[in-house]
């Protein structure tokens, strides 16, 4: 099924963003593309183009900064391109106890993973709402699920997104406007390397980025309120369960599963 839309697809460039733009793409939708990866933007934009004929706006923009959000809003405000589809993809990860991580390390994660993800969900939606139309994708993780030392920023600002998604679709119960919360699972893409959870025993098996792309586009076309991928139906299984596991005996379990190899 061909698309008009345009879709705003942050962390663009690569892994599991790179892979949204090309399934929207093979839909006929244009992209805002957004990355600090400028290169990477200009390889994209010139396969889309090239390949689907669509349109690509691409904008190289670190998202730890604080403006960053409202910056992308205006800009293309200023350019007259309507948003259709806003995917929340861009994130990052970082193994290390809570205490012995710096306080920029964190605020970085904090600033890409909560604040840029809820400033654009804040600047985009009421668009949405007025014109009663348009589809929010966040994606958050499978962490968000449970407790996480060794990670404790990470997995809580992804506890933050899958909360945030919840909230918000509740809230729209009497719009056409729809928002959805991916939870993928260890996934094959440059972040593991980056945030040094390659190196952890959770991480020992990975899904594909097309595929998870894939399930998460779906899943926000759909409407749906959120979907797992990239999982085992026995993990996903293991997912539900956890509210009936002891806190305290879950926590070691992961506390061992994110020790570096």
């Known amino acids: 099924m061909k698309t008009s839309k345009t879709a705003l ?19 006929g939708g244009d992209i805002v593309a957004i990355d600090m990866n400028s290169d990477g933007l200009a390889e994209l934009k010139d396969k889309l183009e090239f390949q689907y004929g669509i349109k ?3 904008i190289t923009k670190d998202l730890t900064e604080i403006n960053a959000s409202k910056e992308i809003y205006e800009e293309l405000k200023n350019e007259g391109i309507e948003v259709n589809y806003l995917i929340n993809n861009a994130g990052f990860g970082g193994v290390g106890n809570f205490h012995e991580r710096t306080w920029e390390q964190d605020l970085a994660m904090i600033q890409v993973d909560v604040v840029a993800l809820t400033g654009l969900t804040k600047f985009f939606l009421p668009d949405f709402i007025k014109r009663d139309e348009g589809k929010v994708l966040n994606v958050s993780s499978t962490v968000s699920l449970i407790p996480g030392p060794g990670q404790a920023v990470y997995f809580a600002s992804k506890a933050f997104v899958t909360s945030l998604t919840r909230s918000i679709y509740g ?11 991916l939870l993928p699972g260890p996934t094959e893409t440059g972040f593991g390397a980056h945030s040094g959870m390659e190196k952890t025993s959770i991480y020992n098996k990975t899904a594909s980025p097309a595929e998870v792309a894939r399930d998460g586009y779906d ?4 409407g749906e309120l959120e979907i797992i991928s990239g999982v085992s139906g026995m993990q996903k299984l293991e997912f539900k369960l956890v509210p009936f596991v002891p806190q305290k005996k879950l926590i070691e379990k992961i506390r061992k599963g994110q020790q570096t190899k």
């Open 9 to 27: 697809i942050t962390g663009a460039a690569g892994g599991i963003g790179s892979e949204f733009s090309k399934i929207h793409a093979e839909k």
């Open 56 to 58: 690509v706006y691409t």
């Open 171 to 181: 809230e729209l119960n009497d719009s056409s406007v729809t928002i959805t919360a």
């Open 219 to 222: 899943a926000m076309m759909e």
